[in-house]
């Protein structure tokens, strides 16, 4: 016991010990009424997509994983909701996060087709911009480019609840 205080303390006092908390990454998680940040990243068909490019428009970010199985779950109603939009000031981005993304996801798409843009974010900077760490994680973004709210989990976004929502916040 006492050799293990004492490596401590001579780690600690040679800055061993430091190297472990310095290089640990600082996670700034984005709030609700934070301006969200903006991004760009390819598309399924190598297009660049960036946030800004939106703006005047209503935006769920959701950030997923082929390997979540919440994730999957909610993309049937992710679908939904999107053909319900459909005609609005309204755009779903789907943030694939996973490093080998651009391999695994068309397989997925094949299986689980979808209507909204699915895009990479295989080295995590928009990830790690936006402070996610739970999946899936969702930001829904006002016309002016702020966050109305943050979702950690998933949910029925084709519930009546959800669709009146977005319905209001693309008529504001």
């Known amino acids: 016991m006492r050799r293990l205080a004492l490596i401590i303390v001579l ?22 009424g934070d301006i969200a940040p903006d991004f760009q990243l390819e598309d399924t068909e190598g297009n660049p997509v960036s946030l800004a490019s939106f703006r005047g428009k209503v935006v769920m970010v959701n950030f997923w994983a082929t390997w979540c199985p919440p994730c999957i779950e909610e993309m049937p109603s992710m679908e939904r909701l999107n053909e319900v939009m459909a005609g609005d000031d309204f755009v779903i ?77 693309t008529k504001g």
């Open 93 to 169: 981005l789907a943030i694939n996060t996973e490093k080998n993304g651009r391999t695994i996801v068309p397989d997925f798409l094949k299986k689980n087709p979808h209507t909204f843009p699915i895009l990479y974010d295989d080295k995590a900077v928009v990830q790690q911009l936006y402070g996610v760490y739970k999946f899936p994680e969702s930001y829904i973004i006002r016309k002016d480019g702020t966050i109305a709210q943050k979702v950690i989990g998933p949910l029925d976004w084709s519930s009546t609840k959800a669709i009146t929502y977005f319905k209001s916040l």
């Open 11 to 32: 780690l600690v006092l040679v800055g061993g010990a430091g190297y472990i908390y310095t290089n640990m990454p600082t996670v700034v998680s984005v709030v609700a």
